[in-house]
DNA sequence: CGTTATGGGAAGTTAAACTATCCATACTGA
DNA sequence: TCAGTATGGATAGTTTAACTTCCCATAACG
């Protein structure tokens, strides 16, 4: 296969192929001569996850980047879902020291609370979640966090789900990729069902009169 | 209160409170002379209510314009929170018809199912929602739709909490208020348990040998 | 064998979100 | 009161991400 079936296979434009090479998203294809290249399937299949991650995950191309070098290099499943959740995490926002110690302390108390062990325990999704949760309260809605335990049993629950729909795999290579499109597709997915059931939810109770 | 104390106290460097005003993501303050305003707490709540938008919601400044505008008129707080969703969704993806027809009778099936009646039904929620499903069967990960039903009832019990946190309040004003905050801010939280949770329940699992 | 396509790289483009600089006016403290 | 700092308002400049255009020497195709 060559560029012009490439790009067409993929959906992506000819001049942003070669960007992907030139940017280490894609690998080269295999040379057939000093300056012609073949491509194959995977490399379709390698643009159409970057395709997925940038435009229905928002993931910016660098943090693609780092995940597929993270899926192509030899870690365990595990530790390339965590270099999976930081990158899905981004950088976390600076908040009032005040704030995040408060939200600290509540997530220290639940995860003793539900047994929750977090390995790596310095990582990204932990600190959005402060921040998050540090936010809410700088602008005065503590009311979120008061069901924190809520939220917590059921997001147990979805990812329970999640390692469901994982397991039964039988190659590592299978896993992680479907660890990773469950992970970023499941969280747009997941926020997608909630929005809709919000609608359905609120229509009843937003409507009435105050 | 005066430029210099309300950038202090929200954060925002002086620059950028003058840009969003001119954006008009900022009200004017009040003229105490031809060049001269005086501004309020309002204005602080106002900023930091823009700052956890952007920095912790993710949202492009153009969108929170427009969640603002809806919350400053007085539509209903259910209109309010269909802007809120709209913006909050983004555009979504171009995806093939195939792929498309495939998720958009999934869903059809989904909400027969469960009773759910979407008002507004040609939102951008559902437009996400869509292309997700439909770029996880591109990706030929079929069985994140298997499992579409389960989710989705974990989904409404989620969206139940959520409207119950914001019941209770005396306000439209509040009311809507809380609304953005519990959906923008809520989604970050949840998100962040699930992919805590999932690290949990994962470790066990992911870590033998396949 | 003339036309079209390709690999490769440098340079240009667009959009978002600031940031810097001016300037005339206003306020403030010794 | 008046030197010095702050303010409102406007214009121009900066930075970063993600492309897109252009170019050229070589290769493939009909």
Known sequence: ??????????????ATVKYYLREGLL?????????????????VQRLRLVKALTEVGGLPLASVGAVLQAIDGNATPHETMGVVQEE??????KVSDEAAE????????????????????ENRAIGNLIAALA???????EKLAERLDEYCVLALRVAVLDVEVVTG???????IEAGLVATV?????????RHLAQESVSFEVLNRAP
């Open 185 to 193: 597709l499941g969280d747009r997915i997941f926020t997608g069902l």
């Open 27 to 43: 690998p080269p294809g295999e040379r057939t001569s000093p300056n012609q290249a073949r491509y194959s399937a995977e490399h």
């Open 88 to 93: 899905l995490a981004g950088d976390p926002p």
């Open 102 to 121: 408060w939200a600290t302390a509540l997530l220290q108390d639940l995860s003793h609370r539900h047994g929750w062990k977090w390995h790596g325990s």
């Open 135 to 141: 936010t809410a309260k700088e602008l005065g809605h």
């Open 169 to 175: 795999l039988t190659s590592f290579d299978k896993i």
């Open 1 to 14: 296969m060559r560029m012009a079936e490439l790009s067409a296979e993929s959906g992506v434009p000819v």
